[in-house]
């Protein structure tokens, strides 16, 4: 990210660049621990060695508990009261599409860190928002790609209900029906974000007999999803593909 940063006419020459970081700290630990370590390092590692065009980097955190309105009001705060350059962040994709309108009305740079959804640079981007990281598109044609080759023709899906776990499925499903028409879909559960009944989301995918699993989940709703999964023999002798379960902070 950091590299990324130009010198937009707001900053001031003088001064350090103001970073306004906005991201689910206590909504989503484990991903966003390891995340908030690698930045304080990455920060340091810049600023010892004479900061961005010979300024310091300066950052300024605000946990939003997973909450676009709270993550709306931080942003407004670090523009107005911190002064910050340039804004941050946004783990969760309803997040990070709230973030990029507070960009695009305040005029101010938005390097989106983690949202995935298409919508964030696509039906809803804006000159103002960069997104670090693939788009779900991306990642589900990569998976696609691979999942077409699975002799699986009966598939189900499981997903966290909001956007980034919708549109995941729904490219996935596309994606896969045009590279494998006589595959279908028998199974759909989206549990709430964070709130997982793995046992009842497990039953219904069973119920639907899948040969294969498409997996969306991630952060606490992965681990009792595989653990309630593997208890109850979900995956045996069933293909699973997965969005994010690879990622280092998942594994």
């Not at 340091?44 to 300066?58: I, P, T």
């Not at 029906?177 to 709430?192: G, L, N, S, T």
Request: no cysteine; charged share 25%.
């Amino acid at each position: 990210m950091f590299a990324s940063l130009g010198a937009p006419a707001i900053l001031r020459a003088e001064d350090a660049i103001k970073i306004g970081e906005v991201n689910s700290y206590t909504a989503q630990p484990a991903f966003l621990k390891p995340y908030r370590q690698g930045w304080d390092l990455a920060l340091e590692k810049v600023n010892a060695a004479g900061g961005v065009d010979g300024r310091k980097l300066e950052t300024i955190f605000r946990d939003d508990g997973g909450k676009p309105e709270d993550a709306v009001r931080y942003a407004g705060d670090l523009i107005d009261a911190e002064k910050v350059d340039v804004l941050a962040g946004g783990f969760l994709s309803n997040i990070g599409l709230a973030l990029a309108d507070v960009a695009n009305q305040r005029k101010r740079l938005y390097v989106a860190s983690e949202p995935l959804t298409d919508a964030l640079v696509w039906a809803k981007g804006n000159r103002y928002t960069f997104r670090l990281r693939p788009s779900t598109y991306m990642q589900a044609a990569m998976l696609v790609e691979e999942a077409a080759k699975l002799p699986a023709r009966r598939w189900a899906l499981v997903a966290p209900n909001y956007e980034y776990g919708q549109s995941a499925n729904r490219w996935f499903k596309d994606l896969l029906k045009r590279a494998k028409p006589d595959v279908e879909f028998v199974a759909e559960q989206y549990p709430a974000l964070g709130k997982i009944d793995a046992g009842a989301t497990i039953q219904a995918l069973e119920a639907g007999k899948p040969e294969a699993i498409f997996n969306v989940t991630f952060g606490g709703d992965l681990t009792n999803f595989v653990r309630q999964g593997t208890t109850r023999g979900l995956f045996e002798g069933r293909s699973v593909v997965s969005m994010l379960t690879g990622e280092p902070e998942y594994v």
